[in-house]
């Protein structure tokens, strides 16, 4: 009887490792269709610009950061309208990864930039610079006002010293915003203003610092006042006033 008794037991501490063992099973399967559903969670899925921000999202953008052809295959994945130029430069202003994007509402012109940078101008755009203008003027942003992204200098101009992200066009500087209905915003006029404007300026250059590995405006120095400077450095995140 007591022999038998061991024997039962042993059959039940059996059948639950089964049960656990199948109830794992179930979860990995569960987790594997949900992850399937929602790619922007998935590590392993490759990234593509219209799915929403995930879990996953940040980690896969950082990886692009240095790899050009890995970042444009993300744009040729999102179906993002683009140009791939030649390189061109030499020395520290050598510049091998030129990208332009050819539906992007920059103007005077859409200059080329680097990769990741176009990719971070997308998502600004995106969930950003669309939403807020929506939300405070309810118009579309017509125009994105900008000053250039490429110069072959170090930063400030200085004779020595570490180059600027825009000798490589691996940062953009904007101006302003023109929308849909006609209304003109300035970074230059604005920014010290209470009203609408200076709330979207300020939203938008926060909302930058998500996307962007630099951003400064005119709360940085003096030489930010008529712009924001936006950049994609090595640094993915490192400043943001």
Not at 166 to 191: K, Y
Request: charged share 25%; hydrophobic share 40%.
């Amino acid at each position: 009887m007591k022999q038998s008794f061991s024997r039962t037991i042993g059959s039940f501490a059996g059948d639950r490792r089964a049960l656990l063992l199948l109830m794992l099973i179930g979860l990995l399967l569960t987790g594997r269709v949900w992850l399937a559903e929602h790619p922007e969670h998935d590590p392993w899925a490759p990234l593509d610009l219209r799915d929403p921000p995930g879990w996953a999202t940040e980690t896969k953008l950082i990886a692009l950061r240095e790899d050009a052809p890995a970042c444009r295959a993300v744009l040729e994945r999102s179906d993002i309208a683009h140009d791939v130029l030649e390189p061109a430069g030499e020395g520290a202003c050598r510049r091998e990864d030129r990208t332009r994007l050819t539906d992007y509402p920059l103007s005077p012109n859409t200059p080329p930039v680097t990769c990741p940078a176009s990719i971070a101008l997308l998502l600004w755009e995106r969930d950003v610079l669309k939403p807020t203008a929506h939300d405070i003027f309810g118009s579309e942003i017509a125009r994105i006002e900008h000053l250039g992204a490429y110069s072959c200098r170090r930063l400030y101009g200085r004779d020595s010293g570490a180059w600027s992200e825009h000798a490589t066009a691996n940062a953009i500087d904007i101006a302003g915003f023109v929308l849909a209905d006609g209304t003109r915003i300035s970074v230059l006029r604005d920014w010290s203003g209470e009203g609408d404007k200076a709330q979207f300026l300020r939203t938008v250059r926060d909302g930058a610092c998500s996307s962007f590995a630099t951003v400064l405006s005119p709360d940085y120095n003096a030489a930010h006042a008529d712009h924001f400077h936006l950049d994609m450095s090595p640094r993915w995140r490192g400043v943001c006033r």
